[in-house]
């Protein structure tokens, strides 16, 4: 009991120094509202109003059938574009896509000639050109089919379903990844700063005196920072992606919330054990980066596990954050039960549990130097 009254006394110093931080409270304000709507309305997963011009030097039927095939929301309308300033809209970035028809078009395939489309991509668009380029190959097929009346109906059918996201909204996705990414960066940087500031000031030194263990003083920090994050979180989820952004959200919340506080346990022992390694919030900051960055963009958040190299699938398994993504994904769209997710649990508390042991491991090396 005397153990927990040391821990309860020193999170409530946790929570008045981070209350009186206004730096802090104004990045965590903007960490659970700013920055998960604006990527999630923003960024579009796919083609949307693509740039297109179209180099007519045919001006036959099937070229105009094939420029009014090109639709919202996907391509703006088509813009005439002459053959001699094909090449300066491209070096200026005017368009993504530049068709070229060349004369004669109709008149040699009617005729049972091959003539070649060029269509110019600007690669430097990247997702928008490389699935435009594919829409467009698509539709100019079909069009191609249609008006040499070569289509014939297929004797097999079939009828996509997408599941969990049935009007493949790439913006409620965003926004829980965009909720988990922020976790982590909050985790990390809250407790870090938290035990350094206390080293710069000397209050660390200060609680040294005291009967107190490091083991207390780092539960205490690690507790009271994932308190403020699970709360921020839940208001998050709540006002806004539910409530702002619209994202139906199938699973328990309070599962979440759990999952994420085991997070927070493994995450924020990550922070503490950086803070150990630097001398002071710059170089922690310094350290931070190389730590951080991997777990947003290699977790399976922003590119699939899937996609990546055997190899690297293999060394990620030791992030905590490819965990938590996955158990994120499964409860809060699929509505995974318990009996579901209970392996990425066990593989998340160990990973926590063994972070914790190494960072508890230099935190006493450190106040003892």
């Known amino acids: 009991m005397k153990r927990l009254a040391h821990i309860y006394r020193l999170g409530l110093k946790e929570l008045t120094s981070l209350r009186h931080d206004r730096v802090l409270l104004i990045f965590l304000l903007y960490a659970f509202s700013v920055a998960i709507y604006m990527p999630a309305k923003g960024s579009i997963i796919g083609v949307h109003n693509a740039s297109v011009a179209i180099v007519d030097e045919d001006h036959s039927a099937f070229s105009r059938k094939f420029t009014d095939a090109l639709l919202p929301p996907e391509f703006h309308a088509p813009a005439a574009l002459a053959y001699s300033q094909m090449d300066s809209a491209l070096d200026n970035a005017d368009f993504t896509f530049v068709l070229n028809v060349p004369p004669n078009f109709q008149s040699d395939l009617l005729a049972g000639r091959q003539p070649q489309v060029q269509l110019n991509v600007d690669a430097t668009a990247m997702s928008q050109a490389f699935m435009g380029a594919g829409y467009l190959s698509r539709i100019f097929q079909r069009e191609l089919l249609e008006y040499t009346q070569q289509a014939t109906p297929s004797p097999i059918g079939m009828t996509n379903r997408a599941l969990f996201n049935p009007n493949l909204e ?28 206390e080293r710069e000031h000397g209050t660390l030194d200060h609680l040294l005196v005291l009967p107190l263990t490091a083991l207390e003083i780092m539960l205490a920090k690690i507790l009271s920072n994932a308190l403020v994050v699970v709360l921020c979180t839940w208001v998050s989820l709540e006002l806004v992606v539910k409530g702002l952004i619209g994202v139906p959200l199938a699973g328990p919340q309070p599962m979440f919330l759990a999952v994420t506080a085991l997070y927070l346990f493994a995450s924020t022992a990550l922070g503490i054990f950086l803070a150990t390694l630097a001398r002071s919030i710059p170089q922690f900051g310094l350290l931070s980066i190389p730590v951080i960055i991997p777990m947003l963009l290699l977790s399976g958040g922003t590119t699939p596990l899937d996609s990546m190299p055997t190899w690297l699938q293999w060394v990620m398994q030791v992030s905590p954050s490819t965990h938590f993504v996955s158990l994120s994904q499964a409860i809060l769209f699929r509505h995974a039960s318990l009996e579901l997710i209970w392996p990425e649990l066990l593989a998340l508390t160990s990973i926590g549990l063994v972070f914790f042991a190494i960072a508890l491991g230099r935190f006493r090396k450190s106040l003892a130097a």
């Open 170 to 197: 790439g913006g409620w996705f965003l926004a829980v990844i965009q909720i988990v990414n922020n976790i982590t960066i909050l985790a990390i940087i809250l407790t870090g700063t938290a035990l350094l500031r």
